[in-house]
């Protein structure tokens, strides 16, 4: 029986556009991940992916302010060996998730500061998170990188 690694080629790469992003799309980008994922043979992060994913997106329209320059948003799912990569691109206000603060979570939630939980969950879903900013002619290019590492272990075995 082949191993999940050799089923599948290390270049797998697909894309989902989305103009205009909008918290109404997120079932859109939730399907896309799930059968993406599981297609690409990597189950076993699609739990985990969905909500990152779902997160980081629900945050790019609430406050990145997506939509500021012209292009569409995209988010591309990677396979790499057994690491599931997701990659969110978008041309809005550049945002470092790093820089956003971490939650007290011992404090009672109404002394919390407003922000900073979503970006923590996301942290907890994934193994790595890289974020890029760049310019060019069309303003701002935001990246954002989600590495879910050695994916495919946890995902189902096919009979």
């Not at 290390?10 to 205009?20: E, F, V």
């Not at 918290?23 to 399907?31: F, G, S, V």
């Not at 569409?72 to 041309?91: C, K, N, W």
């Not at 942290?123 to 310019?135: A, F, H």
Request: proline share 8%; charged share 25%.
């Amino acid at each position: 029986m082949p191993d999940a690694e050799a089923a599948h080629s290390p270049d797998d790469s697909r894309a989902i556009q989305l103009t205009p992003l909008s918290l109404d799309r997120l079932a859109e980008i939730r399907a896309f991940l799930a059968a993406t994922l599981t297609d690409m043979g990597l189950a076993g992060t699609v739990d985990a992916f969905v909500l990152a994913v779902d997160e980081v997106c629900a945050n790019l329209v609430q406050h990145a302010e997506v939509g500021a320059f012209p292009g569409p948003t995209r988010v591309i799912v990677r396979r790499s060996g057994l690491d599931a990569i997701i990659v969110v691109e978008d041309r809005g206000r550049p945002f470092d998730p790093s820089d956003a603060p971490a939650p007290d979570l011992d404090s009672d939630w109404e002394d919390r500061r407003i922000g900073g939980l979503g970006w923590f969950l996301v942290r907890q879903m994934v193994d790595e998170l890289l974020y890029d900013s760049t310019t060019d002619t069309d303003g701002p290019l935001n990246r954002l990188t989600l590495i879910k590492r050695g994916a495919a272990a946890g995902a189902p075995t096919p009979s």
